[in-house]
């Protein structure tokens, strides 16, 4: 078929840039090899993984709070097997509403392998060839494996792998104390799962500011995950039963399966790219600019295999740019304010600098506020009082810079971080403005308020201490 616009990958980088292209007038064909559309994030990541987060809640406030709120249901029981149908269900309705999307806007779902033929031209294995004026490369990404003796083991699985297990593992070993393998361990904690994670570097979630990943470790061990940091995993036995995790200077693990989530490494391979000239590393993915335009002109490359961020959010907005370029617009991606939220319990959420990158960049010009949710009316009578909101601005000119959130729900509320770092808000525009009495959303503006040394719900001092 012939098109304006070829999208290669139907995840949500390119379902976003299909439909985005088809409604600016665009003869659109997104082609996607999966028997559904919507990538990783909707068949295989962000979506089935918090539908297990919220049964994963649902647990905890009925072991934690249903009593102490008058509420008697008795013994929580999990349902494994109804958990995995709710996620099932959440994962069609999502992926089948990609589907319809695409029928609305006129999309043509190319079902099969694509690869690069020429710079005007992608073969469907299995489908009909492709022709296109502009293209956009979305082919995301894929689970890399480290170089560990026994790790071919079926015990060792990856993500997807976890995703579809059918039952809960007796001793879950996790492999990375990254987003994704944080994420998975408070879940199968909470699904009464004994859960060890080694990490080789010393914080969990390496690259989060300091205070919330010692926060998440430190909820993580009182919630009975041991921790294992600066360790390296050495050798995995699998004695058909059961796996022998060695990690460190000869410790060792015994668990029933092990995830091994140490990263993902963008898909770029096969796809003909060399042949046309689109320049890429295999580690760091393909090269584009702001403009999400690649090393030839009228191709572009957006989300996973062409990113930093491997976030579904940050795909989105690549695809939004992308095909307004493929369209002759000038547009281009600003992520100043990129959220970046972790779906454990607590829950971390941030936007812009972490308190230590804003240190090394503005020195001694910046002040941070903390405040805690055991000051927050909506989170005591919640009973969800572990964590803190994080303000963080420069002092010259009182430029926000971060918010760093750690606790309940603080996933929906980064989006005041997200519109006032966007809007290049000072903390006065925070501190000052003003929040629905009584919401979990005061905390940001009380954070503000203690940044300024104006704190009204605590004792004014400007770094109040992060409870838990
Ligand atoms: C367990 C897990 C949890 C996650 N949770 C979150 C979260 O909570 N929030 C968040 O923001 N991000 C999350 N992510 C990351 C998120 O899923 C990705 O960043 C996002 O899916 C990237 O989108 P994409 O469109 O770039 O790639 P993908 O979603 O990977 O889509 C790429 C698509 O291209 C198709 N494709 C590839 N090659 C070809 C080819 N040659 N021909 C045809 N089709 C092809 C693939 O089949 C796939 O459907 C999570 C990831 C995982 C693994």
């Not at 489908?127 to 004026?133: H, M």
């Not at 361990?185 to 990490?199: L, P």
Request: aromatic residues 6%.
């Amino acid at each position: 078929m012939e098109c304006d616009v070829a999208v290669l990958g139907g995840g949500p980088g390119g379902y976003t840039a299909a439909i985005r292209a088809a409604q600016l007038g665009a003869k659109t064909a997104c082609i996607e090899k999966e028997a559904e559309l919507g990538g990783t994030c909707l068949r295989i990541g962000c979506i089935p993984t918090k539908a297990w987060v919220q049964t994963a809640f649902a647990i905890k406030e009925a072991e934690e709070t249903f009593a102490k709120l008058g509420v008697q249901v008795g013994e929580p029981n999990l349902d494994f097997a109804a958990a995995n149908e709710w996620k099932a269900g959440v994962v069609k309705q999502m992926t089948g509403g990609v589907a319809s999307l695409f029928k609305a806007n006129g999309v043509e779902w190319v079902k099969g392998m694509g690869r690069f033929k020429d710079a005007n031209m992608i073969a469907v294995e299995g489908g009909e060839d492709v022709t296109f004026k502009q293209a956009i490369v979305a082919t995301g990404s894929f689970p890399l494996v480290p170089p560990i003796e026994g790790i071919d083991s079926p015990r060792c699985v990856d993500s997807e792998g976890l995703l579809a297990q059918e039952q809960v593992p007796g001793r879950l070993v996790v492999l990375g104390g990254g987003i994704i393998g944080c994420e998975f361990a408070s879940i199968f904690r909470r699904f009464g799962s004994e859960v060890t994670i080694i990490e080789m570097l010393p914080k969990l979630i390496p690259m989060e500011d300091d205070a919330a990943s010692a926060e998440l470790a430190k909820q993580f061990q009182k919630r009975g995950i041991t921790l294992h940091l600066e360790k390296q995993c050495t050798k995995v036995d699998d004695s058909g039963s059961a796996l022998t995790v060695h990690f460190g200077e000869g410790e060792t693990v015994e668990a029933d399966l092990m995830l091994v989530c140490v990263g993902r490494g963008p898909l770029v391979e096969n796809l003909g790219l060399e042949e046309i000239g689109v320049e890429f590393d295999k580690r760091t993915g393909i090269a584009a600019d702001e403009h999400r335009r690649t090393t030839v002109e009228h191709i572009y490359a957006i989300g996973d295999c062409a990113g930093y961020w491997q976030l579904a959010h940050t795909a989105f907005r690549e695809g939004e740019v992308a095909a307004e370029n493929a369209m002759g617009h000038d547009e281009v991606v600003d992520n100043r304010g990129v959220p970046r939220p972790i779906y454990t319990d607590p829950e971390i959420a941030s936007v812009g600098l972490t308190e230590g990158e804003a240190r090394e960049q503005y020195g001694d010009d910046v002040e941070v506020g903390i405040f805690p949710w055991v000051a927050n009316a909506r989170a005591v009578m919640q009973n969800e009082t572990v964590g803190w909101v994080k303000s963080i601005h420069e002092s010259r000119y009182g430029e926000l810079l971060g918010v760093v959130m750690v606790g309940p729900h603080v996933t929906d509320l980064i989006e005041a971080g997200v519109v006032a770092l966007d809007a290049e808000a000072t903390v006065e525009t925070v501190a000052d403005g003003m929040a629905a009495h009584p919401t979990l959303s005061e905390a940001i503006k009380e954070a503000g308020l203690v940044a300024l040394g104006r704190a009204i719900h605590l004792p004014n001092r400007k770094r109040a201490k992060a409870t838990a």
